[in-house]
């Protein structure tokens, strides 16, 4: 017994040391990054150290001062504006419409479930001219609208279904006793199935967080103005604009970026992790 | 809902020229009679195509892989889930491809290591023949999000299978081929459609370490980097358009051919 014991000990130690190393080499870029990012610039490359010999906060002042007389401060201010609105936008409509499939009654229900699901399947670059057309129309181009309206149109399918699927768990007891009580649907609505979502909207909030920080594709496309820039789009015109002889600064300021997600990540990876395992989230 | 009404548009314009400041002239099916002839929509084709049908494979093997190491005896798996996890939270934000075009640059750590093998340090970006691998290995790495969807899977498989499969002198090889994979492929169905259709749909990584253009001899050049380049820098809308329409009618027969071939290999509770 004591043999087997031992046995099975001796390979959970390995198993361990393997994970510890596999952890390593994936994580080893992102602090070869990181500590770059406090290297003085002409110790960068050609060293593959986790530490720096001579530590600097060099790169982190020069790119915070940024480029044409913005500095980080104004990007990720812009940043953050975004992610605020978006956020708003997906739990406000999102829960509505989600709302609205578990629990009414309307015409061609379930067409209308399955056209919301096959669009989590589509590629959204079908409609993408066409928005950019109608928000090109509405003088849009060049300020947030095209980012945050959208959100306010209960556009992500994803979220819709996620909480759909919550609100279906949900005993339809409690509306029962709540219509008997006089509520009508506005009131169902807001003081019983909201308080109870509470699980869905947190993994919306830090979900539309996240992909909304990381995007880049949609902010390329209607943000050009200097003064409006978020942050992924002010690091690519850093990265065009300075070449390789400000790689610190290049670096110190991507670190910046990925900090507000990372901390999301580790106050939140509970959530995180069981929102995936449960709805498998593209992550 | 509100997608219906723009597919109608772009539709109508995929069958049109259209640039924005005239209206549109309505050309037929010429838009899609030219992407036969268009090299650059060929290559994007291609080199998308290489893309997804490797590095999609490559990710889920290694998150298949990972999960199934990850899933027993071993402490501490929370902590290793986190982990593994990061990458997939970071992986597709702008920094992170800036770090790979750096990585693999020519003054990069990767050639850095490799000197340690003697081997001659390149560009491992801008040389048209190895910049689409970089790009893969980044997807590759990103395989956390799967892989904790298949470690979800592995805890759903009832303990007592395993017994009773042990009872019947089953070994681990047969018990791995009898129970763990098929109990499993709902799973990898699931993760199979959904990085498939991600994978068709990456832009940003080609963007940054190809400069915006699609990388030496358009060896980066994304489907939707190009659907991009024609939309927004040479403003030919109705040809984007049409290039938007091939790339849903690509990913819905993709989607399609996976879900008639999964009642051949996905086993749904008996």
């Given at each position: 017994m004591s043999r087997v014991y031992a046995a099975n000990k001796g390979a959970s130690v390995i198993k361990t040391v393997i994970a510890v190393i596999a952890s390593a080499v994936m994580l080893y870029p992102l602090l070869w990054m990181l500590a770059s990012s406090f290297k003085p610039q002409h110790l960068i490359f050609q060293d593959l150290s986790l530490w720096p010999d001579v530590f600097t906060l060099e790169n982190y002042i020069n790119g915070w001062n940024g480029f044409t007389n913005l500095t980080f401060g104004t990007f990720f201010k812009n940043s953050f504006i975004v992610?605020?609105?978006c956020i708003i936008?997906?739990?406000?409509?999102?829960?509505?419409?989600?709302y609205a499939f578990a629990r009414l009654e309307f015409t061609a229900r379930n067409f209308w479930f399955a056209l919301m699901f096959g669009s989590l399947l589509l590629p959204h670059h079908v409609v993408l001219i066409p928005q950019y057309i109608l928000f090109d129309s509405l003088d849009w181009i060049n300020t947030y609208m095209p980012l945050i309206v959208p959100k306010f149109l209960a556009s992500d399918a994803f979220f819709i279904f996620l909480m759909v699927q919550f609100i279906r768990g949900l005993p339809l007891e409690l509306d029962q006793a709540a219509k008997v009580d006089g509520c009508g649907h506005i009131q169902i609505y807001g003081r019983i199935i909201v308080p109870l979502l509470l699980p869905a909207i947190v993994t919306t909030s830090i979900f539309t967080l996240i992909w909304t920080w990381n995007d880049f594709f949609s902010q390329l496309i209607y943000i050009s103005d200097p003064r409006k820039l978020t942050v992924a789009l002010a690091l690519r015109s850093f990265m065009d604009t300075m070449g390789q002889s400000s790689m610190g600064s290049l670096f110190a300021m991507s670190i910046l970026s990925l900090v507000p997600i990372f901390i999301f990540f580790l106050v939140f990876q509970r959530w995180l992790i069981e929102g995936i395992a449960t709805y498998g989230v593209k992550g | 809902m509100l997608s219906l009404g723009p597919m109608a548009v772009s539709l109508f314009l995929s069958f049109t020229d259209y640039n924005m400041l005239q209206a549109p002239d309505w050309v037929g099916f010429d838009n899609y009679a030219?992407?036969?002839?268009?090299p650059r929509f060929l290559k994007a084709l291609e080199v998308t195509f290489t893309y997804v049908l490797l590095g999609v494979p490559l990710q889920l093997l290694t998150a298949f892989s990972l999960a199934l190491f990850l899933n027993r005896g071993l402490k501490g798996l929370p902590l290793f889930r986190a982990i593994f996890y990061i990458p997939s939270i970071l992986g597709p934000s702008v920094a992170v491809a800036i770090l790979w075009r750096?990585?693999?640059?020519?003054?990069?750590?990767?050639n850095e290591l490799l000197s340690i093998f003697n081997i001659a340090p390149k560009s491992w970006v801008a040389d048209p023949s190895t910049s689409l691998y970089t790009l893969i290995t980044l997807l590759v790495w990103q395989f956390g999000s799967p892989m904790i969807i298949f470690l979800a899977g592995l805890k759903q498989i009832p303990e007592t299978l395993y017994e009773a499969a042990a009872i019947d002198g089953a070994g681990p090889f047969r018990r791995f081929w009898n129970i763990t994979l098929p109990s499993l492929t709902p799973i990898i169905f699931f993760n199979l459609v959904m990085q498939i259709i991600n994978a068709f749909q990456a832009f940003t990584p080609a963007y940054i370490v190809g400069g915006g253009q699609g990388g030496a001899i358009d060896s980066t050049l994304f489907y939707t980097l190009y659907l991009y380049i024609k939309a927004f820098t040479e403003f030919k809308m109705g040809y984007a358009s049409a290039l938007a329409w091939v790339l849903l009618v690509i990913c819905g027969v993709f989607t399609w051919l996976l879900f008639l071939s999964s009642r051949k290999w996905v086993h749904y509770e008996s």
């Amino acid at each position: 017994m004591s043999r087997v014991y031992a046995a099975n000990k001796g390979a959970s130690v390995i198993k361990t040391v393997i994970a510890v190393i596999a952890s390593a080499v994936m994580l080893y870029p992102l602090l070869w990054m990181l500590a770059s990012s406090f290297k003085p610039q002409h110790l960068i490359f050609q060293d593959l150290s986790l530490w720096p010999d001579v530590f600097t906060l060099e790169n982190y002042i020069n790119g915070w001062n940024g480029f044409t007389n913005l500095t980080f401060g104004t990007f990720f201010k812009n940043s953050f504006i975004v992610v605020l609105f978006c956020i708003i936008g997906n739990l406000l409509t999102c829960s509505m419409a989600a709302y609205a499939f578990a629990r009414l009654e309307f015409t061609a229900r379930n067409f209308w479930f399955a056209l919301m699901f096959g669009s989590l399947l589509l590629p959204h670059h079908v409609v993408l001219i066409p928005q950019y057309i109608l928000f090109d129309s509405l003088d849009w181009i060049n300020t947030y609208m095209p980012l945050i309206v959208p959100k306010f149109l209960a556009s992500d399918a994803f979220f819709i279904f996620l909480m759909v699927q919550f609100i279906r768990g949900l005993p339809l007891e409690l509306d029962q006793a709540a219509k008997v009580d006089g509520c009508g649907h506005i009131q169902i609505y807001g003081r019983i199935i909201v308080p109870l979502l509470l699980p869905a909207i947190v993994t919306t909030s830090i979900f539309t967080l996240i992909w909304t920080w990381n995007d880049f594709f949609s902010q390329l496309i209607y943000i050009s103005d200097p003064r409006k820039l978020t942050v992924a789009l002010a690091l690519r015109s850093f990265m065009d604009t300075m070449g390789q002889s400000s790689m610190g600064s290049l670096f110190a300021m991507s670190i910046l970026s990925l900090v507000p997600i990372f901390i999301f990540f580790l106050v939140f990876q509970r959530w995180l992790i069981e929102g995936i395992a449960t709805y498998g989230v593209k992550g | 809902m509100l997608s219906l009404g723009p597919m109608a548009v772009s539709l109508f314009l995929s069958f049109t020229d259209y640039n924005m400041l005239q209206a549109p002239d309505w050309v037929g099916f010429d838009n899609y009679a030219r992407m036969e002839s268009d090299p650059r929509f060929l290559k994007a084709l291609e080199v998308t195509f290489t893309y997804v049908l490797l590095g999609v494979p490559l990710q889920l093997l290694t998150a298949f892989s990972l999960a199934l190491f990850l899933n027993r005896g071993l402490k501490g798996l929370p902590l290793f889930r986190a982990i593994f996890y990061i990458p997939s939270i970071l992986g597709p934000s702008v920094a992170v491809a800036i770090l790979w075009r750096q990585m693999f640059g020519l003054e990069g750590i990767f050639n850095e290591l490799l000197s340690i093998f003697n081997i001659a340090p390149k560009s491992w970006v801008a040389d048209p023949s190895t910049s689409l691998y970089t790009l893969i290995t980044l997807l590759v790495w990103q395989f956390g999000s799967p892989m904790i969807i298949f470690l979800a899977g592995l805890k759903q498989i009832p303990e007592t299978l395993y017994e009773a499969a042990a009872i019947d002198g089953a070994g681990p090889f047969r018990r791995f081929w009898n129970i763990t994979l098929p109990s499993l492929t709902p799973i990898i169905f699931f993760n199979l459609v959904m990085q498939i259709i991600n994978a068709f749909q990456a832009f940003t990584p080609a963007y940054i370490v190809g400069g915006g253009q699609g990388g030496a001899i358009d060896s980066t050049l994304f489907y939707t980097l190009y659907l991009y380049i024609k939309a927004f820098t040479e403003f030919k809308m109705g040809y984007a358009s049409a290039l938007a329409w091939v790339l849903l009618v690509i990913c819905g027969v993709f989607t399609w051919l996976l879900f008639l071939s999964s009642r051949k290999w996905v086993h749904y509770e008996s």
